[in-house]
């Protein structure tokens, strides 16, 4: 489970390990929708665009049409961050391209902040239901519900174990901790849960519930099948690979292993879907882009297999063998994840060993029998 980081708040679905997206094609180009208007994409599919800060620029929302025992609708899959500009661009759709439109159902693929934080208002206006996996309602509940403002103890260990200075030291407790609450509106008491495997009824087709993991614990993608539509949130972006951190709820955990296995397991549907992701551009060449980040992820655990059979290394000296751009401090408690992550790889392969010295994480070679 994936504790987010204050300083992640912002970037939170940006990984820092670089991957190839040759090959891909794009059936509407590089363009989207303006973040006050809709885009249709197929029969009763619709596409939002809306801003969010930092790198990735924007978040993409989508729509479908739908129906209840209240009448038709749109069910609405990803909601943006709770931000006055996001609220303004769906107050401005619902005026104008979906001006009478109610949303029937609110769909979250995962916890993160870019994908629900206005989850709970839609809901609330619509009273629609939230639907969601198990694995990232609870998790959005107990970020909300942790309103602390000092760092955690946990936490502050966890840096220092990664090779913290004094400065990165100081800026993280500055920005205090409970920064995931005041992003997202307050979701609802309950939800509809949703599983693998299950197929979710939209406007009375099929949708069937796929689910990934590493990059959030129960990641929900939505495939239909019929159309060749793949829904892919975060787990398959078509630039960027998603951040795969290592946190501090479950230290212990393998997220970049469970993040391949998922790539496997997204092997296993068909080649030619278009797929609609949390960001970036509609693409197709699933395959293509899945085989790209399984071996670049695979590439830098080589890489950094190397490097600490070199020398012990703490998470923070491996940056320069990971990434291939600069880490500088609005990223670099991401960053500390994805390093553990690959670390925490190696060491279940048996590739490498924690000694912890002094409270600090270095990781070697294991020693030759």
Not at 50 to 72: A, E, F, S, Y
Not at 214 to 222: D, I, K, R, Y
Not at 223 to 235: K, M, N, T, V
Request: glycine share 10%; aromatic share 8%; net charge negative.
């Amino acid at each position: 489970m994936t504790r987010i980081s204050p300083d992640a708040a912002l970037v939170a679905d940006e990984s820092f390990v670089a991957t190839s997206h040759k090959g891909l094609t794009y059936p509407f180009g590089h363009v989207g929708p303006e973040p006050d208007q809709v885009m249709t994409v197929a029969d009763g599919l619709r596409w939002v665009r809306l801003t969010v800060p930092g790198p990735l620029k924007h978040i993409n929302c989508w729509l479908i049409d739908d129906h209840d025992d209240r009448g038709p609708g749109v069910a609405l899959v990803d909601t943006g961050m709770n931000l006055p500009e996001a609220r303004a661009a769906w107050k401005a759709i619902s005026k104008g391209p979906l001006a009478g439109v109610r949303i029937t159902k609110v769909i979250g693929t995962h916890f993160h902040p870019d994908h629900i934080g206005l989850a709970g208002w839609m809901c609330d206006h619509h009273d629609a239901p939230l639907i969601m996996t198990r694995g990232e309602w609870l998790t959005a509940r107990m970020l909300a519900a942790d309103a602390r403002d000092a760092v955690p103890a946990e936490m502050i260990a966890m840096w220092r174990a990664a090779g913290w200075g004094e400065e990165p030291m100081a800026r993280g407790m500055s920005r205090g901790w409970s920064g995931f609450r005041r992003i997202i509106t307050p979701l609802p008491l309950g939800f509809r849960r949703i599983v693998d495997g299950q197929s979710l009824m939209i406007g009375g087709r099929p949708w069937r519930i796929v689910t990934g993991s590493g990059h959030s614990p129960e990641h929900a993608c939505l495939f239909d099948e019929a159309r060749g539509l793949f829904i892919s949130g975060d787990q398959v972006l078509p630039r960027i690979s998603s951040n795969v951190s290592l946190g501090v709820t479950e230290p212990e955990a393998d997220p970049l292993g469970e993040w391949l296995d998922s790539i496997a397991k997204l092997k296993k549907l068909p080649h030619d879907l278009i797929v609609l992701p949390g960001h970036g551009d509609v693409f197709s060449g699933l395959h293509v882009r899945l085989d790209a980040l399984d071996r670049e992820h695979r590439d830098r655990l080589d890489e950094l297999a190397v490097f600490i059979a070199e020398a012990p290394r703490r998470a923070v000296d491996c940056f320069g063998r990971l990434f291939r751009r600069a880490i500088g401090p609005e990223v670099y408690g991401m960053a500390t994840g994805e390093a553990l992550a690959h670390l925490r790889r190696l060491e279940v392969e048996g590739r490498a060993v924690k000694d912890v010295i002094d409270g600090v994480w270095w990781y070697r070679a294991p020693h030759k029998a």
